[in-house]
């Protein structure tokens, strides 16, 4: 049974014959697949099994169970709807192991099959040597998807190589929702789902509203035009998950994470059931205007071919006291360490100072307007004011020089065009300072943006190596203003480099490290910005964005030059030394009842964290709160420097970073909070639980146990009695 969802696509021949055009340069597969009915033929029963785990694959194809050999406790990927009354015989997703959005390029909507619609599908299987090989064949399109499902130690995996998808002359695949029942529980139960929302969500079952989530992993596509400005968090990792008392399913996007949106529906009474699951983007898309009036038609142009990726997601169950988020994010560290290997945590400074550089001011001369480079703060200024904050606190800060390059702040030339502005310092005084503070055990990392430009310079031309889109344009960025949540065009604009130049630039500012004896630097916008570039099929929809910068990443690792990331992104957060500006909640969509620390939980025991700035959250006094219930350190954002003409400028924080506002504010919270941060420092969350009357429970590894309590009234649990808007410390024992 087909059933269409609206996508506003209205296409004229013109815009055809430009699409045509522009898939030539784009590039197709060298030896496409061509579509091909299927014999038919299928197995049942159990097609793998291991000393802990089985795999069955049910009669009929509508899915997989995967059943514990020691508690007997079985996980299925779908839902039979032999119970459900007739009105629900149309939600076929509940019993679909594979749910397929297709169109054509002249149609004005995406069409969706199922796999368990008989009449639309048909199955053939073969067995692997570890599980079993499922093509879904919807011969009425002639479009065949083969999947791969493989039994392992401790869970199983579905891989999807979009480079095996077959394809008629008509129709194209859009997106492709795989086992999208696997995580999920029943509605209005005592059931939980997790959201990797930011630091991280749960969504409460029980609460009877209906809601739905659909976010974007690793960010909106900045290439496209249609991107949502207004998401104030982004997804971080590529995870989901459901738990009910004492079982769970948690879900991994192991490969073709930048392709994925993550979905969640809680309380559809259609479905009867809550769940999250991943949607795969694997065609690119762009939205165009044909004329310049107010009548002009506005048009999606889809790409000739679907992205070059390969899509593994891994499915992990959960039993008992280990059925919940703590269970998860302990099996995602382990995945972690897997994948990235074991990493020996840094000290773990009391606090982390980001200072700011320099900014472009508009100023006149003879009436006619230029720009020139504030100073905000040098590099020997912002070396005194960390000693002072030094001896303040008793140990060395964290640094972080943002915007000390040519332009500063700005997106100008590539990474600062690899250059110090003259007013604010020079290499050889940070090199000094990062080799005194290496020795005590601390960092001073220079950031350098090799992602975002608008000036030619340094090999890198602004007109032509810029990222493209699926129409084969070249989309300009803008500053965001937070106070209207969206786009200030008056600022200015800037491009995204081409994903075919960012190895080059990496290259460059990798050879400049050496060069000028750097031992530390911060890239903060390649640690958290994920986006298409269709000058190259491996680039459309976001892939392989991940390897590319884990790679870039991993190089500087191998080059002992200490790494640092913003809100980073799992393949940059998983190699850094230093993680800065860690979200302290959730984006807070409806779906969302409980913002938790889950990327603390995860990261925090492979790297020091961070939170983001106190000075520049909208409540000094949560933000801390927030830093005692993750035991991370404290960050600050300063500058040495301002002034109120700065206030129309591109950055929206400068008069909150001021440090003549700020210095004693630093020290009293710094000594206030280093009594727990010295417990934990060292230490990983090994437990966290949401308590129904807001207290929110901390469990170290090292026995260390922190209650939080962000009520405005005193509150207790476990016979601990924390004030208001404050937390209670309980030792190790």
Known sequence: MKQRKILPVILSLSLIFSLTACSEKNGTRDNKPMYNSVNGDTCSGVIAENDKLSLEFETGGNGLILRSKTSNMLWSTSVSDDGFDEEFKNQQIVSSALVLDYMTQMQTNYDTAFSSDTSMCELSAEKTDNGVKVTYSFEEIKISIPVIYTLRENGFSATIDLNNIAEGSVYMVGRITLLPMTARTENNGNGHLLIPSGSGGIT????????????????EDLSEQNVRLWTTEKILMPVF??????????????????????YATANDDKLKYSASYPIFKVRGYDKVSKGVSEKAMESYIYDEDIADSVITVGYYPLQGDNADYSGMASVYRNFLESKYGVSEKDAAPLVSLKFLGGVEEKKFALGIPYKSLF???????????ADEISETTGSNPLVQ??????????????????????????????????KEYSAVGSAVALDFDIINFSKSGNGFSVYSDKAKTAANEKREQY???????????????????????????????????????????????????????????????????????GNIFSSFKESNIKLMSNAGFE??????????????????ANVIDEDIPFYQMVFGARTPIYNISVNLSQDDETALLKAAESGTGLSYTVCRHYSTGLIGSSQNMLYAADYSGVKDRIAKQAKEYSSLYNKVRDSFIIKHTAYDNGIKKTEFANGTTVYVNYTEKELSADGITVSAKSYKVREGH
Not at 245 to 260: P, Q, R
């Open 204 to 219: 409460n079952v029980s609460n009877p509203a209906t809601r739905t989530f659909n976010e974007r992993v690793y960010g």
């Open 241 to 262: 998950g459901a738990y009910t008392d004492n079982s769970g399913i948690f879900g991994i996007i192991e490969s073709g994470a930048e392709n994925a949106y993550l």
């Open 375 to 385: 100073k905000l703060t040098d590099v020997d200024e912002a070396k005194k004011i």
């Open 401 to 434: 020089l943002v915007g000390f390059g040519k332009g500063g702040l700005e997106n100008g030339k590539i990474a600062g065009g690899y250059k110090i502005a003259s007013k604010l310092g020079s290499f050889s005084d940070i090199a000094d300072w990062q």
């Open 479 to 549: 500053y965001y203003q937070v106070a209207l949540l969206d786009a200030n065009k008056s600022l200015g604009s800037y491009y995204l480099l081409s994903r075919s130049k960012i190895n080059k630039a990496a290259d460059k500012l990798l050879k400049l490290t050496g060069d000028k004896k750097l031992n530390a630097v911060s890239l903060s916008t390649l640690s958290n910005t994920a986006y298409s570039d269709y000058g190259n099929r491996k680039n459309f929809a976001k892939s392989g964005m991940a390897e590319q910068a």
């Open 571 to 588: 393949y940059a957060a998983g190699i850094s030394d230093y993680i800065c500006d860690a979200p302290i909640n959730s984006s807070r």
